[in-house]
């Protein structure tokens, strides 16, 4: 056997072997250990230096004491007790001598002191930990009061040369236990996990099949989960889509036929007055069906996730005046004016959806405005383009302003036009899916401001019209 392995079976002798002691148990056996071979260097140093009796015979007791306590900590089951009367001792009683009998702040006590701080730190936990620590820094700043009160109690060394010696001898042998303590707790702490990485290892192969089990057991349910939210969107769609068509589609259709019936009549007997009156009304009729065809159509495709979001370059201004224009005969109908103060701005949006929101917020716009004045404006807003539909007709309900996206109810016309609820819910989504937000502002009485953002694809500098 070689002899560094010799050395490693007479040492895991002394420290303890791992069936009868932990981890703690077996590195605070070493610890007193090296405090042990601590004092015997120290009491060597003092003898050999001829250093004051007081400071030889503290090093013979100190030395006792380790002694003696490395026997009650090698046979002791009771760790804990161990550790407490250990350290207690160390920082009531050897510490305090020490440093009066080594020349206090100027002597060797410090690194002993240091490395029962750093000792005590690794060998306990929880509570006792905290007490001991605390105990601890109480020793330290009551041995520094009293230096600082009663210095004529200080035992200074002999010569300097003795002082420095014993100084750097001890800086030196510090460092060495310092250092050897820290690469065994290592290596104790390392082969520890190693075997608690190995014992976790049959668990995770035990496991494993079992995870996989359980993840195909998820993905099924997330499936199924998946089918039975979007059946139960699909019925509540296609509820809401029937209750549509039975109210609100087959109103204007209902007026539409009996309108047709009026002229029809009116026709036989040549009343081109009466012809002229009804037709207006039958228009109106038609213009409010299509709407609601055309809304009932997209909110469909988005329900049902068959639209597709395809950006362009779009020229806004160009957009908005078509739309203006499909409308502008209704509004004349009710006495509105349309103004726009328009910048040339050129968005980046989906052509489809964005028709669908500057239609139905200016159908709105006119729905509920008569004798009065809709204002269209666009302009640049850093990197995006802001839209603003303003009216002056009858405004909303603070209310209802909450929940004026949502909600399935709807404010008749100033002519008594119904609306199915979808228009402005169509518009939030549009403006959202083209990266933009809509908000409103508005006032009963005082008329309403919708205003939504567009991301600008090319700024130009153009005339305002």
Known sequence: MKFSSKINVYLQKLIGNKQHYSLRHRILNISILAAILLKVLSLSVDVFLDI??????????????????????????????????????????????????NEGSSGNTIYSIFIAIVATYTLTEGKMRIKLMLLSGISILTIIALEYYFPEYIINYTTRTDKYLEI?????????????????YYNEYKQTVKKLKESNQ????????????????????IELSKKASALKKANETKDRFYTIIAHDLKSPFNTIIGFSDLIKEAAVSNNYERIKKYSKFLTESSEQAYKLLLNLLEWSRVQTMSIEYRPESIDLKKLIEEQINVYKYTAIAKNNSIETVLENCFVFADKNMLETIIRNLISNAIKYTENGKIRIKSCYQEDACLIKIEDTGLGIDSKLLKYIFNSPKTIPGTKGEKGSGIGLKLCKEFVETNKGRLEVISQPGKGSTFSFTLPVLVKENQNVS
């Open 202 to 221: 049959q668990l995770l192969i035990a496991q494993e099949e079992s995870k996989k089990q359980q993840k195909r057991i998820h993905e099924q349910n």
């Open 52 to 101: 004051q009796w007081q400071a030889i015979l503290f090093s013979g007791f100190a030395l006792v004491y380790f002694i003696i306590f490395y026997f009650i900590a090698y046979y002791s089951k009771n760790y804990n007790k161990v550790i407490l009367f250990l350290v207690a001792g160390v920082f009531i009683l050897l510490s305090p001598i020490s440093w009066f009998v």
């Open 168 to 184: 750097g001898i001890f800086s030196v042998v510090t460092i060495l236990i310092l250092v050897f303590y820290l690469n065994v």
